[in-house]
Each structure stands twice: as structure tokens, then as C-alpha cells.
């Protein structure tokens, strides 16, 4: 019975969640799958090299919480923002830019971390695609220092 109330409870803050964020819902998500996606890499590749720690686990573990903290800052400064521009009569209708930048930036920092992984454990990868994903991050980058300054 406690199982099924817990899956309640989850299902709807996740879907509360949803509709509040809109737009910054499927990022969330993503940047979940690929977190998964890198702790189960760098996993991987820490066994193949006989590294395997249940420390750096962990440490794996609340490196990943962090990142959804530093998310959660950004849609409370986007909050603020909001809030802030109402109060003069400005709507920017739900916008959430600081909490999508960062959510985008992590997500293409969990693919570089993950094509790391992979080409250490020794899978072959085009050389392009890291450059992508990195081009990618850069110009992220450059579109929030462009958007604050």
C-alpha cells in the first residue's frame, strides 16, 4: 500500500511539475536520461579499468543531485526575473531562459562526459561529434553571457 501512494505522490508532482514548466519539462527530463546514461559510462568504464569504487560512486551520485540544484537556482532566478518585470507591467508568458540555459548546457556537458566515457572504455567515435557537442556547449555559452550582459 505504501508503494502505491509513494508512485502516486511522485506521479503527481511530476506532473504538476510539467505543467508549471512547459517548456522547460522535456529538458528536465533529458538532462535526467543522460545523467543515467553518464553515471552508467563512467561506471562501466571505472570496472573495465579496475577502478570501481563505491566512493567515487557516490561522489558520482551527489555531482548529479548538484547539477539538479544548480537547475532548480536557475528557475528561481528566472522566478525573480518574472516576478520582478510583472510588478512594471512586462510578461514575458512563462519564459523560463536561465533555467533552460543551464538545463542545456548540462545536458550537452553529460554528452561530452559520456563520449569520453565511451572512447576510454575504447569504443570508436568520429572525431566530429565531440566537436559538435562541444561547438554546441560554446555557443550555449556564448548566448547567455550575450542575454545577461
Known amino acids: 500500500m505504501k508503494e502505491s501512494a509513494l508512485k502516486t505522490v511522485i506521479a503527481v508532482a511530476v506532473a504538476g511539475a510539467t505543467a ?21 559510462s563512467g561506471m562501466t568504464e571505472a570496472w573495465i579499468r579496475r577502478e570501481l ?3 567515487v560512486g557516490v561522489l558520482g551520485i551527489v555531482k548529479k543531485v548538484a547539477y539538479l540544484l544548480a ?13 520582478a518585470a510583472g510588478e512594471i507591467g512586462v510578461d ?13 548546457w548540462l545536458i550537452l556537458n553529460e554528452c561530452i562526459s559520456i ?3 565511451l572512447s576510454e572504455i ?11 557537442i562541444e561547438k554546441l556547449k560554446k ?3 556564448d548566448t547567455g553571457d550575450s542575454k545577461t550582459n
Open 71 to 83: 537547475v532548480a537556482v536557475a528557475i528561481v532566478a528566472d522566478w525573480v526575473v518574472q516576478t
Open 92 to 104: 514575458f508568458g512563462g519564459f523560463y531562459f536561465f533555467g533552460l540555459l543551464v538545463t542545456i
Open 139 to 141: 555557443t550555449v555559452e
Open 53 to 55: 569504487s563505491s566512493r
Open 115 to 117: 563520449l569520453e566515457n
Open 122 to 132: 575504447g569504443v570508436p567515435l568520429p572525431a566530429f561529434l565531440l566537436k559538435l
Open 20 to 40: 508549471y514548466f512547459k517548456e522547460l519539462a522535456l529538458p528536465v527530463i533529458i538532462l535526467a536520461v543522460v545523467m543515467s546514461i553518464d553515471y552508467i
